[in-house]
């Protein structure tokens, strides 16, 4: 979804998350553990994990679990295999989905999405329906009182960022996924804490939703998903209109 868009979501989702520790906990946990496996344990030269630590950090993960996760990445202990992939589909309204996954069961978490789609109205649709309208970047949402828009601009193009986005209340901004842990450090370096930081997918257009009861439809379609346990994020094309989020 758009970073305006987004930015009203945002708190809308992180209560509903918030509520499910557990969840946000597992989630981190098989991202350290992909993070490990994919560039070793060490944060210092390993910029992917080294951004999860951040977050599981911001999420107060307890310190045992974080080494765990660490460890079954490296193989210091054993661990179930994972696998990152996403599905695709449409909300109420026609809004389209991309749904990350990180799983250990293809199958189950196949049926608990489609489930999902059938329970709130939508539908899942074929690979590339979706995906073709949606670009892969770095995206950063910072409030509008943390920094000012000139001394952003200046930090963040100068680590690699593509675009800043000043959207009033909060500022978007935008970068090549190749440039996103540099990024996300220069920010971090600078005190900087962001609402929402990801590799996420950007739509090229949107879809404008204006009335209540298909809003509350993608809400609550993305709701049921995010809350399934091997989901790692939703991102829609979706642009609700701020005075139906409430």
């Known amino acids: 979804m758009s970073g305006h868009s987004k930015w009203h979501t945002t708190k809308r989702h992180k209560a509903v998350i918030d509520a499910k520790r557990g969840k946000v906990f597992s989630v981190l946990s098989k991202e350290l553990t992909l993070a490990a496996k994919a560039g070793g344990g060490n944060p210092d030269s390993n910029a992917r994990l080294r951004t999860v630590l951040d977050k599981a950090k911001a999420a107060n993960m307890p310190t045992d679990n974080v080494k765990r996760a660490v460890q079954k990445g490296t193989g210091e202990i054993p661990g179930v295999v994972y696998e990152e ?72 193009l100068n680590a690699g960022a593509e675009d800043v986005i000043n959207h009033s209340d909060h500022f978007e901004v935008l970068c090549a996924v190749s440039d996103y842990y540099t990024l996300a450090k220069a920010l971090e370096d600078k005190g900087l804490k962001p609402a929402s930081s990801e590799l996420a997918y950007v739509p090229n257009l949107y879809v404008p939703i204006k009335d209540a009861a298909v809003a509350k439809g993608v809400l609550e379609l993305i709701d049921a998903i995010e809350a399934l346990d091997d989901v790692k994020a939703v991102h829609g094309n979706h642009e609700i209109d701020p005075k139906l989020l409430g």
């Open 85 to 156: 992939f996403a599905y695709e589909g449409y909300a109420p309204g026609g809004v389209g989905l991309i749904i990350e996954v990180t799983t250990d069961n293809k199958n189950r978490i196949a049926a608990e999405v489609r489930h999902a789609f059938a329970e709130h109205g939508g539908n899942m649709a074929q690979a590339g329906a979706v995906s073709h309208g949606f670009q892969r970047k770095g995206q950063i949402l910072l409030s509008a009182d943390a920094i000012t828009e000139d001394a952003l601009m200046e930090l963040a």
